[in-house]
């Protein structure tokens, strides 16, 4: 499955911003979506996990009660609502969805960039 996310951008400390992930085919084989970042100089982090069947949610804790992660599955899409911004959630974005396979997909990430 390919993955192509868009919405990032420059955005004010306090600002919002949501980002869109679009699946190109059905998420019927797809076990969980999320949402990875990665910072200069730093690993790859969880940022916010939602399964297909059941819709559970999971977030890194620096994140909790900021941002929200959501599905469409009509579209094949999630999003990441991003709200409260803060100059540490400047990063790249990364799309990923893990299929039942086991096989884990990536998209080419979007920039996310927070002025202070």
């Known amino acids: 499955v390919q993955l192509v996310e868009s919405g990032g951008g420059l955005v004010q400390a306090g600002g919002s911003l949501r980002l869109s992930c679009a699946a190109s085919r059905s998420t019927f084989s797809i076990h969980a979506m999320g949402w990875y970042r990665q910072a200069p100089g730093k690993q790859r982090e969880l940022v916010a996990v939602?399964?297909?069947?059941?819709?559970?949610?999971n977030y890194a804790d620096s994140v909790k009660g900021r941002f929200t992660i959501s599905r469409d599955s009509a579209k094949n899409t999630i999003y990441l609502q991003m709200n409260s911004l803060k100059p540490e959630d400047k990063a790249v974005y990364y799309c990923?969805?893990?299929?039942?396979?086991?096989?884990?997909?990536w998209g080419r990430g979007t920039q996310v960039t927070v002025s202070s």
């Open positions: 939602i399964t297909i069947i059941g819709v559970v949610t």
């Open positions: 990923n969805a893990f299929d039942y396979s086991g096989t884990s997909h």
